[in-house]
């Protein structure tokens, strides 16, 4: 990157957290520090929810998602505006009633602390893990930046984020993420205006569709179906979509502490609602628009030469390996494919229909050779990442935006990476706070002051704050090369949903259900639930991630049922 392009990086995380803490200032006790003093309007809500979830996964894998699979991901948020209305009646008045801290409250007033407790540990797993993937997404662009390490680069990213989260609290998360999606949102359409322009002259937006969709890149609505009847492995369809989304947006926003922890901080139900609705009407578009920008880079890289790997770190690292000269010779076939694609799209013009056909078979021989590139990193026994998805719009950004442009947009992938996280550490801080060290410490003595009690809670929170940051550090080292970030938080939040949900949904709707019945299904449904996923990754049955959520709800519900018959 250029001087300018440091400044600007340098300037914008800076600013972002000075305002963050400058605005977080707030009573030093528990609803202060994890819920804003409950104050938040609608507005704020929204932009915090949607900024819990956009994480640097988001702009960083996404583009690359639909650069190699298309558009179909979208259907993955088909469920979510169904889901945002079910909240809005059900989850949302039954928790501003309680005055809560944290969702799993509801569940002892409604079993038994045993099914808080286990319910509570199930989002602290499913959640400190994944708040550990998002740690090393924005690793990723440091180290590709810097030829860093990516063992020490995680720990630097997740030192300040330590620091950012630790000092700001809930309302520093709220404050700074409003900023960051304004930024966030302009950088990401620009960065699509950008690709259009660097385009031929000849070749509009229209045009750049056109293209990616002969490749199969506009498969925006996919039914899963085959001629041997519906493909269950299937993982994006508008049935899996719906269903299986329906049910994961139920669970991550009705169950998830960072996502309910965003709403319970609302001036009352009203704001709490309108804050969710509206995020059900602006997700599907705003996540469309940012798998749009990887289809366009498709069309791009069809003008453009394509690299054979688009993560410059790694692929230095092979050509000088023992696999040296067996890269060279695919990366020279490579080369050729790139050539001919040129050669072939100076006619699109004057046959679009031969040049489409022609491209097509170019980059079907194209991704043949990429495949036994990527076997090479493994022969040659590089440690580090194989997959270069989420470098692909990372790459562009570096290669072709003008000078300050790029070190806006990494600035705004690091803000998008710690408004989410912050949040996530702030609910895993809460959850352990509210669920387990208040709840299980032995009672203090009735004459200690108030206000030095809410001052001690208000430390250890900061403590437990600290503690999560470390565990998901040590996370981050592990999940090198584990392929799309954007599918593997959605895969693993998906092992522990259902089954949140499912206790959830018994609590609500069936009331003659007792506590040991439905502790007892959520074990065996999360056992269940964790077996169907070791099968299908084995191959011995296939199962789309998806469905996940429906077979752990479902079947926490049915188990309580059979069993409180059984055990009366």
């Known amino acids: 990157m250029s001087q300018l392009d440091w400044i600007i990086l340098i300037i914008t995380l800076v600013a972002i957290i000075a305002y963050g803490l400058y605005k977080s200032r707030t009573s030093k006790n528990l609803e202060g520090y994890f819920l804003s003093n409950r104050n938040m309007p609608w507005y704020l809500v929204l932009l915090s929810i949607m900024g819990t979830q956009a994480s640097a996964i988001t702009f960083l894998s996404a583009p690359g998602q639909a650069f190699t699979d298309g558009m179909r991901f979208v259907q993955y948020y088909f469920g979510l505006p169904l889901a945002m209305v079910v909240l809005c009646i059900t989850f949302v008045p039954l928790f501003g009633k309680l005055k809560i801290f944290t969702a799993y409250e509801f569940l002892e007033e409604r079993f038994d602390v045993k099914t808080r407790a286990f319910t509570s540990f199930l989002f602290l797993l499913s959640r400190g893990l994944s708040t550990g993937i998002s740690i090393y997404a924005p690793s990723i662009i440091l180290s590709s930046l810097m030829g860093w390490d990516i063992f020490f680069t995680n720990i630097i990213m997740g030192g300040l984020l330590i620091i950012y989260t630790v000092s700001g609290g809930a309302k520093a998360v709220a404050y700074t993420q409003r900023l960051q999606l304004i930024i966030i949102f302009a950088a990401m359409f620009f960065a699509g205006y950008m690709i259009v322009q660097l385009l031929p002259q000849e070749i ?243 004459d200690i002051d108030e206000t030095k009690q809410a001052i001690k809670d208000y430390r250890y929170s900061k403590l437990y704050t600290l503690l999560w940051g470390v565990f998901c550090i040590i996370v981050a080292e592990t999940v090198v090369g584990m392929g799309s970030l954007i599918e593997a938080v959605n895969v693993l939040g998906s092992l522990f949903y259902g089954v949140i949900l499912g206790i959830f949904l018994v609590g609500f709707y069936m009331k003659k259900i007792k506590a040991n019945a439905v502790f007892i299904a959520a074990i065996i449904g999360e056992i269940a639930v964790i077996a169907l996923f070791i099968l299908d990754k084995n191959g011995t049955i296939g199962l789309g991630f998806l469905w996940l959520n429906v077979v752990g709800a479902l079947l926490v519900m049915l188990l309580s049922v059979l069993i409180q018959k059984i055990t009366k």
């Open 204 to 446: 509009g937006f229209i045009d750049a569709l056109t293209i990616s969709g002969s490749n199969d890149k506009m498969n925006i609505i996919t039914t899963g179906f085959t001629e041997d009847g519906y493909n269950w492995k299937d993982k994006y369809n508008i049935i899996s979509g719906v269903i299986g989304g329906f049910f994961l947006a139920l669970s991550y926003f009705g169950t998830d502490q960072s996502q309910v922890g965003r709403y319970l901080t609302a001036k009352n139900i009203t704001e709490s609602r309108v804050g969710l609705l509206m995020n059900g009407l602006v997700k599907v578009p705003m996540q469309f628009f940012i798998l749009l920008i990887g289809v366009l880079l498709f069309a791009f890289y069809q003008f453009k030469p394509q690299p054979i790997f688009f993560n410059p770190v790694q692929q230095e690292k092979l050509l000088q390996s023992s696999k040296k000269d067996s890269a060279i010779i695919l990366q020279q076939q490579f080369e050729k494919i790139n050539n001919q694609k040129e050669i072939a799209l100076k006619n699109y013009t004057t046959n679009k229909e031969q040049t489409k056909q022609a491209i097509h078979e170019l980059n079907a021989s194209g991704e043949v050779i990429k495949a036994n590139y990527k076997k090479l990193f493994k022969t040659a026994n590089i440690q580090g990442d194989d997959n270069d998805t989420n470098y692909i719009f990372l790459r562009f950004v570096i290669d072709y935006l003008p000078k300050g442009l790029i070190g806006l947009l990494i600035a705004i992938i690091f803000l998008a990476a710690w408004g989410s996280i912050a949040a996530a550490l702030n609910s895993l801080a809460a959850c352990t706070m509210i669920d387990f060290h208040k709840r299980f410490r032995k009672k203090e003595s009735q």
